[in-house]
């Protein structure tokens, strides 16, 4: 049974920062590339970030280009994503997703339950 469970999130002031991570068990994680994707209140699911499966190339939302950063330890079949000069336009539920594929792509078949990031003074 394909699981993913993230772990990180919390309430933090602005201009702060956050490490979610994201434990993967019943797939060979180090096969499928990974994403991240937040739902803010009251809007549709906003794609994040994504990292081909070997972690040699990622991708990035121009909204969170420069702050937020992607990572994979293959090893220990866990993705992180790294969230530094948090805003308040960060605030939303964090889902990481399982890609089809090796490299990154917009569809997946898997997702966590979330993790809420909020970002607040």
């Known amino acids: 049974e394909v699981q993913l469970v993230e772990s990180g999130g919390g309430l933090v002031q602005p201009g702060g920062s956050l490490r979610l991570s994201c434990a993967a068990s019943?797939?060979?994680?180090?096969?499928?590339?990974m994403s991240w994707v937040r739902q803010a209140p009251g809007k549709g699911p906003e794609w994040v970030s994504a990292?081909?499966?070997?972690?040699?190339?990622?991708s990035y939302a121009d909204s969170v280009k420069g702050r937020f950063t992607i990572s994979r330890d293959n090893a220990k079949n866990t993705l992180y994503l790294q969230m530094n000069s948090l805003k308040p336009e960060d605030t939303a539920v964090y889902y990481c997703?399982?890609?089809?594929?090796?490299?990154?792509?917009?569809?997946?078949?898997?997702w966590g339950q979330g993790t809420q990031v909020t970002v607040s003074s």
């Open positions: 997703a399982k890609g089809l594929l090796r490299v990154a792509g917009r569809k997946y078949d898997y």
């Open positions: 019943g797939f060979t994680f180090s096969s499928y590339a």
């Open positions: 990292i081909n499966s070997g972690g040699g190339s990622t």
